[in-house]
């Protein structure tokens, strides 16, 4: 059994160091999807596959839990995030129009990220920010009370560069 | 560690109490706006000034006044600056000395903080949430030492009981008789679960506690620990709350340091140690079977119950499932006896309840009330009304599982039962206020995306039903329904409602059903005259008279 993973990538040696303090247990799973996930930046199949063999749990289960949960993501982001919280106190206050102003701006849906891979716009449910509502989280720092034209504004420092 | 030790920092924290103390809102509003920066600043500045000997500043927790953030508040001069930046830092300290710095100030004695009783939050914006020995100083362990010390796990159901505390989760079923069960099912392993997965959009009470004041939390755990013979806790905190979970590992590490979790607490046999489970953004682990399947790694889908989680919970022991302000509530109640908790409140709801004031509102944050308080109190003098002078449309409590308050019922005291009266629920307790510019059928569609989206998928009637209710909403939105869409949706809300396996379904139409109750002109008048139905087109009966309606 080969301890290291085949690319020799560094991250997977650290990941399995977090799993061994995990003693491999099952119901770490959800810890270790985080780690690893927090080490790539997306959990790409090969990632869920080295996990479940590391972890001696079907695949299926791996791919279940990786699927189930919003906070994890198959897919790459972009170089930068741009989270528009979408809870309900955000919503009266206008987080639609402030979204509805990005995707127009940026061509995208949210959920997506640009063809250039710049930007990743997604919504979050609440982050528990609503007494500074609309709140966006860019590239994870929270910005309170945004408009449609603070948030252009901030994403066009991005798309400047 | 003994009784003694706890004094003794006691002692040596108010011994090194200075003259002047300049609290921060450390808490994750104000944070957002540079509360650091501030913080530093200040420090800085008082440094300069060579003021160290007599001037304390001190990062708190949750000031609750969020929307006018970061909050600072210079004691004994009892000033609020409000909006502060770090370039203001050198102007406060200058005040100090009685002169008037040119920053605005809020009135510490308004309505908004003067109608608040603290008990959840009585610490909050008062200690520092990252030091342990500021939480001992105002009186924390001490409970824990006193039930460990003098009272069988017997004695402190019973208190619990005649405390009168119901959960805060929003079911408010009574804590001290879920105690009772799980202390008497039988069992050599059990565990108590602290459900911290605050998924409710536009609550942030959970957050606010967790980040203000998470050692009472922690308190309140080994409490009901010792009380059902549990020795293993878990914190399930969402993955959103970063500032809630590094607050809470902080705790865990100082806590454990000083003895008062881990092995032979206050040197008796009790032992007890709390691990954090982080989620990852799943709505229905707020649900307790859920909550419990994510805990051991799986997906959280919930199960059918029976068995109560009191009976087969968590890896199939008993398991004590209560939330943060449930929990936050314990030692207040050992430290000042379960009658003068049952003192506060109305008469089946005790206690005090902690509502994140938010949406069209002037003043928002968080704000702690009696059991018993009309909600026209709550947001209106409080809450200072809607801004720009729009008139308040509804008031929204419980969140996707709640429902929407019209004007004319604000005269509704706050509890369990009244607001169940009028299909809303007292819910975790979001409280999110409507001005006259809200569409309410809009509002309702919101809620049912939410709930589409957040269904588990598990049971049938809540993954199809949730689909199908807000595509009838969307229809009526875009004024294609007719009368017979609308009727179709209340077929659909009552039979989601009485047929899913979960609470999130269970409770997914009422913000329909509560906005069709209260507001059904709004859904009315986007109705088209059905061609086929009666006064429609195609109707051979059809009487000009019916199409006006």
């Known amino acids: 059994m080969a301890l290291e993973h085949a690319s020799g990538d560094k991250r997977f040696k650290i990941l399995e160091v977090h799993m061994k303090k995990h003693q491999f247990r099952h119901d770490a799973l959800i810890e270790i999807l985080h780690k690893a996930q927090e080490l790539f930046g997306y959990l790409e199949d090969d990632l869920l596959l080295f996990v479940s063999y590391k972890l001696k749990l079907p695949p299926s289960r791996v791919y279940g839990v990786a699927t189930f949960y919003h906070f994890f993501t198959l897919k790459p982001k972009g170089e930068h995030t741009c989270v528009v919280c979408m809870g309900t106190a955000c919503y009266?206050?206008?987080?639609?129009?402030?979204?509805?102003?990005?995707?127009?701006?940026?061509?995208?849906?949210?959920?997506?990220?640009?063809?250039?891979?710049?930007?990743?716009?997604?919504?979050a449910r609440c982050i528990g920010a609503c007494g500074i509502a609309p709140a966006v989280v860019y590239d994870g720092s929270v910005?309170?009370?945004?408009?449609?034209?603070s948030a252009l504004e901030h994403i066009n420092k991005w798309v400047a560069k | 560690m003994i009784l003694n030790d706890l004094v003794q920092i006691k002692t040596k924290e108010l011994a090194a109490r200075k003259k002047v103390t300049l609290r921060c809102c450390m808490a994750a509003g104000c944070m957002s706006s540079?509360?650091?920066?501030?913080?530093?600043?200040?420090?800085?500045?008082?440094a300069q000034a060579g003021l160290e000997n007599d001037v304390e500043v001190r990062g708190v927790g949750c000031m609750k006044l969020c929307c006018e953030g970061p909050l600072v508040q210079a004691d004994p001069q009892n000033s609020l600056y409000i909006k502060v930046t770090p370039e203001n830092a050198p102007a406060i300290i200058a005040a100090l000395h009685g002169g008037t710095a040119n920053i605005p100030q809020a009135d510490p004695d308004a309505a908004f903080f003067k109608n608040q009783l603290g008990i959840v939050l009585a610490n909050s914006g008062v200690i520092d949430p990252e030091r342990i020995e500021s939480y001992i100083t105002v009186g924390g362990y001490e409970a824990l030492h006193e039930v460990l010390r003098?009272?069988?796990?017997?004695?402190?159901?019973?208190?619990?009981?005649?405390?009168?505390?119901?959960?805060?989760?929003?079911?408010?079923?009574?804590?001290?008789?879920?105690?009772?069960?799980?202390?008497?099912?039988?069992g050599a392993k059990k565990y108590i679960i602290c459900n911290a997965d605050e998924g409710d959009p536009g609550a942030f009470m959970d957050r606010s506690v967790l980040e203000s004041d998470p050692h009472s939390v922690l308190e309140g755990m080994a409490i009901a620990a010792y009380a059902v013979g549990?020795?293993?806790?878990?914190?399930?905190?969402r993955a959103e709350y970063p500032l809630a979970i590094s607050r809470l590992q902080l705790a865990i590490k100082q806590a454990k340091q000083l003895g008062v979790l881990g092995s032979g607490i206050f040197e008796s046999p009790f032992n007890f140690t709390v691990d954090l489970r982080i989620g990852a953004?799943?709505?229905?682990?707020?649900?307790?079977?859920?909550?419990?399947?994510?805990?051991?790694?799986?997906?959280?889908?919930?199960?059918?119950?029976?068995?109560?989680?009191?009976?087969?919970?968590?890896?199939?022991?008993?398991?004590?499932?209560?939330?943060?302000?449930t929990f936050a509530n314990v030692p207040p109640i050992y430290r000042n006896g379960a009658e003068w908790f049952a003192g506060i409140g109305t008469?089946?709801?005790?206690?005090?309840?902690?509502?994140?004031?938010?949406?069209n509102i002037k003043n928002t944050g968080l704000i702690e009330v009696p059991m018993g308080t009309p909600l026209r109190t709550i947001v209106q003098e409080m809450g200072g009304g809607a801004p720009g002078g729009a008139e308040i449309k509804a008031v929204q409590t419980g969140g996707p599982s709640g429902g929407c308050i019209p004007a004319q019922h604000l005269d509704t005291p706050v509890d369990y039962e009244s607001l169940g009266k009028l299909g809303s629920i007292m819910g975790s307790g979001g409280m999110i206020v409507m001005d006259d510019s809200t569409n309410m059928v809009d509002v309702a569609r919101f809620f049912m995306e939410f709930c589409m989206d957040e269904s588990c998928g598990k049971c049938i009637p809540c993954r199809a039903g949730t689909v199908q209710m807000h595509n009838l909403l969307e229809k009526i939105l875009k004024r294609k329904a007719t009368r017979r869409d609308l009727e179709k949706l209340e077929e659909l809300c009552d039979m989601v409602k009485n047929t899913s396996l979960c609470g999130l379904g269970q409770t997914a139409p009422?913000?329909?059903?509560?906005?069709?109750?209260f507001f059904r002109n709004e859904y009315e008048a986007l109705l088209q005259p059905d061609k086929y139905g009666p006064g429609g087109n195609g109707d051979t009966n059809r009487q000009p008279a019916a199409e006006a309606k």
């Not at chain 1, 910005?143 to 034209?149: D, G, H, I, L, N």
């Not at chain 2, 540079?34 to 008082?46: F, H, R, Y």
């Not at chain 2, 796990?153 to 009574?174: C, I, K, N, Q, Y």
């Not at chain 2, 009422?510 to 109750?517: F, G, I, V």
Request: net charge positive.
């Open chain 1, 143 to 149: 910005t309170p009370r945004q408009s449609p034209e």
């Open chain 2, 150 to 186: 003098e009272m069988t796990p017997r004695d402190v159901v019973e208190t619990m009981v005649g405390s009168g505390l119901r959960g805060r989760g929003g079911a408010g079923f009574p804590t001290g008789l879920k105690w009772g069960t799980v202390a008497k099912s039988p």
């Open chain 2, 230 to 237: 549990a020795d293993q806790g878990f914190i399930y905190v």
């Open chain 2, 510 to 517: 009422n913000p329909t059903m509560s906005t069709l109750r």
């Open chain 1, 92 to 123: 009266v206050k206008g987080a639609d129009k402030v979204i509805g102003a990005v995707q127009e701006h940026l061509k995208i849906k949210a959920g997506e990220t640009t063809a250039d891979n710049n930007v990743s716009l997604l919504t």
């Open chain 2, 347 to 359: 008469e089946k709801s005790k206690g005090t309840k902690v509502f994140a004031l938010a949406g």
């Open chain 2, 34 to 46: 540079d509360a650091k920066g501030v913080k530093e600043q200040l420090e800085n500045a008082v």
């Open chain 2, 281 to 325: 953004g799943a709505f229905v682990c707020g649900e307790e079977t859920a909550l419990m399947a994510s805990v051991e790694g799986k997906r959280g889908t919930p199960r059918p119950r029976p068995p109560f989680p009191a009976e087969s919970g968590l890896y199939g022991c008993p398991t004590l499932i209560n939330n943060v302000e």
